[in-house]
């Protein structure tokens, strides 16, 4: 178990894209992380699958009672509602930045980087992302590349379900090598 003594938060609403975070938080756990669910809202959360709602996860903690500090690493699923949910609560940036400030890894799938954009972090970054927000990553000042995961200096990103392999793979990597000095906060 690469990850024993490592725990993980995971940030998501209502609409996140169901692989996106039951797929990375079974094989956190299967490498022996602690993950908490954290998100705006107390009780359950309820996932996006086939155009359809999708199964619901209980919530752990409200991320404006969450500290960065308890946790190694922070994984964001994508979806489209889930992502544009959580960019217009202020709570949400300020505990993505505090990652970022304390050189953490971070990993943001499919529409995820929206947060990055909207948290201030991913100017000057190399990332990947769902095929449709591609100009809005260019427009805060990242590139873009077309792969299916992109790892810069602790932060993760992949572009869409099809990805997740090599998404959990390298987020397992980077939260097995723990802080990364070159992870800048530009927030």
């Known amino acids: ?26 094989a956190l756990k299967n490498e022996g992380a602690s993950v908490d669910i954290i998100s705006i809202k107390e009780g359950e959360i309820k996932s996006w699958e086939d155009k359809n709602w999708g199964e619901a996860i209980s919530v752990t903690k409200l991320v404006k009672d969450a500290k960065e500090a308890d946790y190694n690493a922070l994984v964001l699923p994508g979806g489209v509602a889930n992502p544009d949910t959580l960019r217009t609560d202020e709570n949400s940036l300020e505990f993505i930045r505090s990652f970022f400030k ?70 397992i990597e980077e939260i097995g090598e723990g802080k990364h000095d070159k992870q800048v906060a530009n927030a």
């Open 1 to 26: 178990m690469k990850l024993q003594d490592k725990k993980v938060a995971i940030l998501a609403t209502d609409g996140f894209e169901k692989s996106e975070l039951f797929e990375p938080l079974n």
């Open 102 to 171: 304390s050189h953490k890894p971070v990993a943001a799938i499919c529409h995820a980087p929206w947060l990055l954009i909207s948290a201030g972090v991913i100017e000057n970054r190399e990332v990947t992302s769902f095929k449709s927000i591609k100009d809005d990553v260019l427009n805060a000042g990242a590139t873009w590349l077309d792969k299916e995961v992109v790892v810069d200096s602790g932060l993760v990103t992949s572009r869409n379900p099809d990805d997740l392999p090599a998404f959990i793979s390298k987020v």
